[in-house]
């Protein structure tokens, strides 16, 4: 074995007195370990490692070759990530319908956006489309191109003629094989749903669709409210129990998105109990944390939660889901590239046809990285090669942060929150519950790691043991 020292992506959490589970971001291996090998670890003590015990921590990445340079494995696989975007030569659009809302949420990002009235037109999707078949021009070998595509708003589903219109183009161009294939999928309030978007969903391949909930009915109603003040929950709940009994695509998947603040967090549970009670704990739930717009922190606004909110409230929304059969994702996972802000060939294309890199952004030109000409090519705007040129291994923050393989740099819209411009450590949630987060994923996939009490706390229940594929391993230094 070579000569060695410690990652800096390890990071450790302390169970019990003598018990501490090891965990690598970079590596995605973990470990559950004693006191005593904790203690050499943090004082770097390696001689006082058994030599068995070593090469066991080298083999699963908590030890390093002394010479190695870790952050340059992430500049390569950021290397990697790109190239494999760029050679499955897929376009990604998100549609945005139209900046008109049905809704008139109070905490809306888009704010005054929703009241004007532009909607993308036929004329406007078939230039889209062409603008997304010219990429063929950024390959040196002729090659058609598969477009993905997200139906957005406002509303989408008020510019309903025109989603249908743009999947029957998707579909008559793969017919042609002008394209490799195609995907769609709504972000939608969930209360403009009907047989004629079943149909389509079965027609089409639409394989996915994200309704918004914003707690049980007496709090969802005060907050998504119709422009004329009316509650929407229950022809949101009839609309999604539409989609239950009626879809028949097998791609297709439901989400419901939980919008979570202080105003709602402790009424969440009573709507866990209700989606269960109308036979929904199968549809994939997840919470959305309310943020304010890209203008302002956090601090504007005394209704969001905070950091050290998120630790205390987000932990024990995880427990009341999984104990009522709710799938609960908390596992890091790598996250070289954050999002479609860093994605080749992804845009968010307005109703006039101005492109941004990230539904955040739209409508506020200055983060405008072009438009679609009138016939179909992209009118480039300087702030593109800003968006392009964003690496977060160039980011001091970033490359001493023991968190940057799972977090690729963050959100360039938390970014402009934390810092006053896109392009600098963007810092998600992972920075304030990745302690919790990594517990409550450990003790689901590996709960021969934790005490029945642990369990109890943690996840509310003792669950059934199962495994994934993160390598793990127990090392034991001292006699425990």
């Known amino acids: 074995m070579p000569m060695v020292k410690i990652s800096k992506y390890n990071i450790a959490l302390k169970l019990r007195k003598n018990t501490y589970i090891l965990y690598n971001t970079l590596y995605n291996s973990v470990s559950k370990i004693d006191s005593e090998l904790m203690d050499a670890m943090l004082k770097r003590n390696l001689e006082d490692i058994p030599q068995d015990i070593k090469s066991k921590l080298y083999n699963f990445g908590f030890l390093v070759d002394d010479e190695l340079e870790e952050l340059n494995i992430i500049k390569t696989l950021r290397n990697f990530e790109i190239s494999k975007l760029y050679s499955a030569f897929r376009v990604g659009l998100t549609l945005t319908m139209t900046y008109a809302c049905n809704l008139k949420c109070p905490y809306c990002y888009e704010g005054s956006l929703t009241q004007k009235t532009d909607y993308l037109s036929k004329k406007d999707i078939d230039v889209i489309l062409k603008f997304a078949l010219n990429h063929q021009k950024y390959f040196p070998i002729k090659r058609n191109p598969s477009i993905d595509v997200s139906f957005y708003g406002g509303e989408p589903l008020l510019n309903w003629k025109c989603c249908k219109y743009t999947l029957e183009s998707l579909e008559a161009l793969k017919r042609k094989g002008e394209i490799e294939d195609y995907t769609a999928g709504f972000v939608t309030n969930g209360t403009l749903i009907n047989m004629d978007v079943i149909d389509a969903i079965n027609d089409f391949n639409i394989v996915s669709m994200q309704i918004t909930l914003d707690g049980p009915k007496e709090i969802h109603d005060k907050r998504r409210i119709t422009r004329t003040g009316k509650g929407t929950f229950d022809t949101i709940i009839h609309n999604i129990k539409l989609l239950l009994d009626n879809v028949t695509n097998k791609k297709f998947h439901i989400g419901i998105r939980i919008n979570v603040d202080k105003t709602n967090v402790h009424a969440i549970p009573d709507l866990l109990d209700y989606l269960v009670s109308e036979g929904m704990s199968e549809v994939s739930i997840s919470f959305g944390i309310i943020r304010g717009d890209i203008q302002h922190s956090h601090s504007c606004n005394n209704t969001l ?176």
């Open 305 to 480: 939660l905070t950091g050290s909110e998120l630790r205390d409230y987000l932990p024990k929304l995880w427990k009341e889901a999984y104990v009522r059969g709710f799938e609960v994702q908390t596992r890091p996972n790598y996250k070289i590239l954050y999002c479609m802000y860093d994605y080749l060939f992804s845009y968010v294309v307005d109703p006039n046809r101005k492109l941004y890199p990230c539904w955040e952004f739209v409508g506020n030109e200055k983060y405008s990285v072009g438009e679609i000409t009138d016939d179909g090519h992209f009118k480039v705007k300087p702030y593109y090669y800003d968006v392009k040129a964003k690496d977060p291994t160039e980011f001091e923050e970033c490359k001493k942060c023991p968190f940057l393989p799972i977090c690729g740099g963050g959100c360039a819209a938390e970014s402009i929150r934390r810092n006053g411009h896109p392009n600098g450590p963007g810092c998600d949630m992972n920075r304030y519950i990745w302690r919790e987060g990594l517990k409550f994923y450990l003790a689901r996939r590996y709960p021969h790691l934790f005490t029945s009490d642990e369990l109890i706390d943690i996840l509310g229940k003792v669950p059934e043991e199962v495994k994934d594929d993160t390598k793990t391993f127990e090392f034991k230094v001292g006699g425990w």
